[in-house]
């Protein structure tokens, strides 16, 4: 809704005409590349939230040709070295976190505002956590890391914990495998939202995330949860928190 007002501050004050404007916020703005996608071109004016295109399932050239025809920001997920072969090719430099498998391409700074914090149970949840850090951050937030700070050995997560509250993080991310415990604890112990994260890190029975996910659903803390390796779903959802609360 920042970019509706921004858009209707521009058409009072004569920068910007009444078509081009309409162009802009536009619900229903679809555009077809070939036959095989329908992209929405206005995602990020409408909701704030970059596309985010996932590479997994889809040919290199196939998302080279969607990232094209994008306006805004993109993210591009679960990419492979083909994938990225192929956009380096197309695109030249683009910014690459081996460890979230996501390259970002961004056609615009994101006003900066807010601040997240992002913390891991174990080293393993770090993939994940990457994920909704790179989301944070192309939408305009601070990031403060913690990582591998689990209930092994709770002692660990005190310090960067008190650390976050110091700098005024808005919104609290965390990410756990295994028995997904983590996530109440920090919701228990603070007074900004915290979004759970389960990770696939676990293995054997209620292994690959199961488990973290229904003990993070019977969570007694005051905790919101997003499915099973979803990253990118908790960075933007922690994003919009964090950018809301330092609009004035």
């Not at 295109?53 to 990419?79: D, F, W, Y």
């Not at 915290?194 to 229904?214: C, D, N, Q, T």
């Amino acid at each position: 809704m920042a970019e509706f007002r921004s858009i209707l501050k521009k058409v009072r004050s004569g920068k910007l005409d009444v078509g081009e404007a309409e162009r802009m916020l536009r619900v229903d703005g679809v555009e077809m590349i070939e036959e095989f996608a329908r992209i929405d071109i206005g995602r990020e004016k409408r909701v704030g939230i970059p596309e985010v295109i996932l590479a997994e399932g889809k040919t290199p050239e196939q998302v080279v040709k969607i990232v094209e025809g994008m306006r805004g920001n993109v993210l591009v997920s679960r990419v492979d070295e083909q994938h990225l072969k192929a956009i380096r090719k197309k695109f030249g430099k683009v910014s690459y976190n081996r460890l979230a498998r996501i390259i970002v391409i961004v056609k615009h700074k994101a006003e900066r505002k807010g601040a997240v914090g992002v913390i891991t149970a174990g080293t393993s949840d770090i993939r994940v956590a990457e994920e909704a850090t790179v989301v944070a951050e192309t939408m305009g937030c601070t990031v403060k890391r913690a990582y591998d700070v689990g209930v092994a050995g709770i002692h660990r997560l005190f310090a960067p914990l008190r650390e976050m509250m110091k700098e005024e993080v808005d919104v609290i991310v965390v990410v756990a495998g295994r028995e997904g415990t983590l996530p109440s604890i920090v919701a228990g112990m603070v007074d900004v939202p915290v979004i759970g994260v389960p990770a696939s890190s676990g293995y054997g029975f209620g292994g690959r995330g199961e488990a973290a996910l229904k003990s993070m659903l019977q969570s007694c803390s005051f905790l919101t949860v997003v499915n099973i390796d979803n990253g990118i779903g908790a960075g933007a959802c922690a994003a919009q928190i964090a950018r809301r609360a330092n609009e004035h």
